[in-house]
């Protein structure tokens, strides 16, 4: 028995060696998949670039019937959506952190509130995108008739709508951690001096938390930049900049996945990868920072 | 010197460039409960877990000089082989949370994938078991995950699953301070019946459990080996001032 | 003085009110549009519904067979690729935070985490089906298989952060091995929050239609050829609802019921899991 005991030992470390070699290569898969995303994007876009050089990106005519290709339409799309849908949903977002945060962090209604946040984050955005399809824009059409303007029913602000409700998890889910997070002797002290809880509220914990909220926010936008199907089938399909916001347009995303199986000529595909690199840059920069101010406030 | 069974000569212990334990040499002899005490960060834990080289598993942990089994160097066997022959019980009781009872006593033998026939690992079950003085209270919930046990329980279900390995040496890295005094002492009474089969290393933090349990006992502070000697003599008639500070009360 | 306390008091009183009013109807469009969902979908599913492919166009009848079968087959390949890789990413940044491996690869897992979905698309047509010269089922299993990473990751690596050193210790002093000590004892010891992080990434990929659409494709007909365009749910649902076909709305609205029946299944049971096990633990 002592034997195949220190045979069994000399075996088990050349296994210990193979495996930890194989976790490292794990690891290193990571950096490849990033590193090979960035340059594919890059190699890709370089038809477009040599040829349409930066002016590209203000350009305002997108024609692909007359090869002329300019971003700006998609660039104003993704900005407007983005913005209006983090303006509508933020109140919704801080105002759920609050509670689940200060009011209400523990017990059964606190519970069922958490838990239907985070099923609006699991319902897939092709499910919104439908339901919006048939539901939210004959709503929209009857009111933009209403209101006298051409009622298209999609359109920059159907689309908005709709990923407002889609965006406000990611800032409520964050927001709530953070207020959680607020030292008790800070809000104590305030409430000692006879503050009332909106004071402390509004004195303490949002001042405290200030640059994570902002960073929440970063997030909801990161995630609606990046947000594609319920987008697609909501905001028009129209390759031109947008002249009000019940105008049909398109944003990056959309764009990309409405015309790149039609792309026939290479500078008309290498154009929409152009788009998919500017779209990998600014979600990518835009969750960074937002990760590295969450770690910020939660190391102190 | 052939009951001798670890013998360290000149041994030194780093982490980074802190040097924890400095030119210790001892000889420890077989079947006997060797005490090692000392003040907090003197060096006798990072020692107890250089023998079963558990203390190159820190990053930046470093050993140096003569560490021996028998005759054989531990620094030049295989770190798996050591362990097998120099077992551990550590100071928070750790069963394994996820195996059962018998899973537990015989673990060393199943996550090794060493192969044992059934009847003769019912067989070291109730053994080791016994030694531990635990059979008689685990013997029909084998097949139960150990939470129910107390901590003091449990301890003895790690001691045991340290035997069921046939170790030469069992070291004990203060087995019993996370204990009630009840327990403890269940602990303490199975030192002294263990010591007929095995050589126990017992660091510990309380001098009186250390006059207790043991036949030697060695004294460690600020990384040296100052005195090692029979525990009555020790407790007597110290030979070294620091040591009669320290037992005295003079820090700690 | 009595005044303007009283005024605080009540300024105070009403913004509770706001924070509840705001919290709580968000609730109602979530509501709304899953009623919707069941009442236009749940009529649609019957066995002829999920056991035949669509019918063509001005046929009445049909099925998602297709795109159940296509949904399964891709969603496997893609749990296949990515909880391996995922498991061992996450035990080595749980087992060695400090070095500058780590540091890269865990901003690789955050920046992975923020890039849209077709992007990810984009990027696999070109590594996999510009080479294979054709759409394929397991060019989008890749794709999702990217996605999905960064959940299991995360979730392995807190999971195992959240266990006791005392664990990998005791089975060290016994001599076990590395590997065995992670794969015979610190992962069975963490499994519940493992599974949990792979159920929640197989129900985020589920629903997935951006990063197929360039690499799956779609497929009316039903196919297990992995080499070959398949069709999955979140396709179907995509190409059929922004037809002009009524029949082929009615397809999307059954195909979306199951889609996200299953989605909302797997969330709660997951979320249930972690409940029981948690306790014990």
């Not at chain 3, 989605?263 to 409940?275: E, M, P």
Request: charged share 15%.
């Amino acid at each position: 028995m002592k034997n195949k005991r220190l045979d069994l030992s000399y075996s088990q470390m050349k296994w210990e060696t193979i495996f930890k070699r194989i976790l490292v290569i794990m690891s290193a898969i990571l950096l490849i998949i990033v590193v090979g995303i960035l340059i594919t994007l890059i190699m890709q876009s370089m038809p477009s670039i040599k040829s349409l050089g930066f002016g590209y990106l203000w350009g305002k005519v997108w024609d692909p019937v007359q090869n002329i290709y300019g971003a700006y339409p998609f660039l104003i799309g993704t900005l407007l959506t983005s913005f209006i849908a983090l303006i509508l949903s933020i109140p919704f977002s801080y105002a759920i952190a609050i509670y689940l945060g200060e009011y209400n962090p523990k017990g059964w209604l606190s519970n069922l509130l958490k838990n239907t946040i985070e099923l609006i984050a699991a319902v897939p955005s092709i499910i919104y995108g439908f339901w919006g399809l048939f539901v939210l824009v004959p709503i929209v059409r009857s009111f933009e008739a209403k209101i006298g303007v051409a009622p298209y029913g999609i359109g920059i602000f159907t689309a908005s709508l709709i990923l407002s409700v889609m965006i406000i998890p990611y800032a409520a889910s964050l927001g709530t951690s953070l207020i959680r997070m607020v030292p008790s002797p800070l809000k104590e002290g305030a409430y000692a001096l006879g503050a009332t809880r909106f004071e402390v509220i509004r004195s303490v914990i949002l001042p405290y938390t200030r640059s994570g909220l902002f960073a929440g926010v970063l997030l909801s936008l990161g995630r609606a930049l990046g947000e594609t199907m319920a987008v697609t089938m909501l905001i028009g399909n129209t390759s031109a900049v947008p002249h009000s916001i019940f105008a049909p347009g398109n944003t990056m995303a959309s764009v990309i996945a409405n015309e790149f199986t039609e792309a026939d000529h290479t500078v008309y595909l290498s154009a929409l990868i152009e788009l998919g690199l500017v779209l990998f840059f600014v979600t990518v920069v835009i969750n960074l920072i937002g990760k590295r101010i969450i770690t910020k406030y939660a190391n102190n | 010197m052939e009951h001798t069974v670890v013998s360290a000569s000149k041994f030194n212990a780093w982490f980074g460039d802190n040097h924890v334990v400095k030119d210790v040499s001892i000889k420890i002899e077989k079947n006997q409960v060797i005490a090692v005490m000392g003040p907090s960060g003197c060096g006798k834990t990072t020692f107890l877990r250089c023998i079963n080289r558990m203390h190159e598993l820190i990053p930046g942990a470093t050993a140096k000089g003569s560490l021996k089994l028998y005759a054989d160097e531990i620094y030049t066997m295989n770190p798996i082989y050591v362990r097998y022959k120099i077992g551990m019980v550590f100071q928070r009781p750790n069963p394994f949370p996820n195996l059962s009872i018998y899973d537990n006593v015989v673990a060393g033998y199943k996550l090794n994938g060493l192969k044992v026939a059934k009847a003769e690992m019912d067989n070291i079950v109730e053994k080791s078991l016994t030694s531990a003085a635990l059979w008689n209270e685990v013997k029909d919930s084998l097949h139960k995950k150990g939470t129910f046990l107390s901590g003091g329980q449990q301890q003895r279900l790690c001691i045991a699953r340290a035997i069921a390995m046939e170790p030469e040496v069992i070291l004990f890295d203060e087995p019993t301070s996370a204990l009630d005094p009840i327990s403890t002492s269940s602990v303490e009474q199975l030192f002294h019946e263990l010591k007929a089969n095995y050589t126990l290393i017992i660091v510990t933090h309380n001098m009186q459990q250390a006059a207790r349990v043991s036949d030697k006992t060695a004294f460690f502070y600020l990384g040296e080996l100052v005195e090692f000697d029979e525990t009555k003599q020790m407790f007597t008639a110290p030979k070294d001032n620091r040591t009669q500070n320290y037992i005295t009360g003079r820090f700690s | 003085m009595d005044a303007r306390i009283g005024i605080r008091n009540t300024k105070s009183v009403l913004f509770k009110g706001l924070i509840i009013f705001l919290a709580f109807i968000i609730t109602i469009p979530l509501i709304i549009i899953l009623l919707y969902i069941i009442k236009q979908g749940v009529l649609q599913v019957n066995w002829h519904f999920l056991t035949n492919v669509p019918a063509p166009v001005g046929e009445t009848g049909g099925g998602i067979s297709n795109a159940l079968v296509g949904s399964l087959i891709i969603v496997t390949m893609s749990s296949i690729i990515a909880i391996p890789v995922g498991i061992l990413a996450g035990i080595y940044l749980s087992e060695n935070p400090h070095t500058k491996l780590a540091y890269y690869s865990g901003l690789c897992v955050d920046i992975l985490q923020g890039v849209p979905s077709i992007v990810v698309g984009i990027v696999v047509y070109f590594w996999v089906v510009k080479p294979l010269g054709t759409f394929s089922a397991i060019s989008g299993s890749i794709a999702l298989a990217i996605m999905m990473l960064p959940i299991v990751i995360r979730s392995t690596e807190q999971t195992l952060k959240l266990l006791p050193d005392t664990l990998k210790e005791a089975a060290l002093s016994l001599g076990v091995p590395y590997h065995r000590v992670i794969l015979k004892v610190i992962i069975p010891c963490g499994f519940a929050g493992i599974l949990s992080g792979i159920m929640l990434s197989v129900a985020r990929i589920a629903g997935e239609t951006a990063p197929l659409l360039f690499t799956a494709f779609g497929n009316p007909y039903l196919s297990t050829a992995i080499t070959k365009p398949m069709q999955s749910l979140p396709l179907l649902i995509f190409n059929y609802a922004t037809s002009p076909y009524d029949d082929w709305h009615n397809l999307a609205w059954g195909a979306s019921f199951i889609l996200l029946m299953f989605v909302l299944l797997l969330n709660i049971f997951t979320k249930l899991i972690t409940r029981k096990w948690n306790i014990q633990l």
